[in-house]
């Protein structure tokens, strides 16, 4: 059975291109541009990883990563969090993520994490 990969992002290129290649490297990919829709998504889809976007409007991907970790069901999930603040990532691991990918990102190193962390 293909692994689930949970990905939120506000920028629909960046999900369709994160998509394509999470597919295409055999996982099974949910996305999603809301933010308050992420721990419902994770409750319906049980994913083995979740990506989140650090900035996006409404609850940013830091505090869903903390929201995610402390959640008694679903603190086991690794999490990465994308950001293009690339001099802030003790900030990032601060709220609990088992990875950070700066944006913009190479594809292989997406991959890499992706497999490292499933």
Known sequence: M?????VMDDNQDIL???QETLTYEDFEVKTT??????????AAFNPDLVIL???VPGMDGGELCRQI???AEFGRIPVIIFSAYIYHND???AYGCDSIIDKPFDL???VDKVNELI
């Open 33 to 42: 541009s809301q933010s308050d829709s992420v721990i419902s998504l994770i």
């Open 16 to 18: 369709d291109v994160v």
């Open 91 to 93: 900030e990032l691991l």
């Open 2 to 6: 293909a692994k689930r990969i949970l």
């Open 53 to 55: 976007d650090y900035h």
């Open 108 to 110: 292989t190193e997406l």
């Open 69 to 71: 970790k402390s959640h």
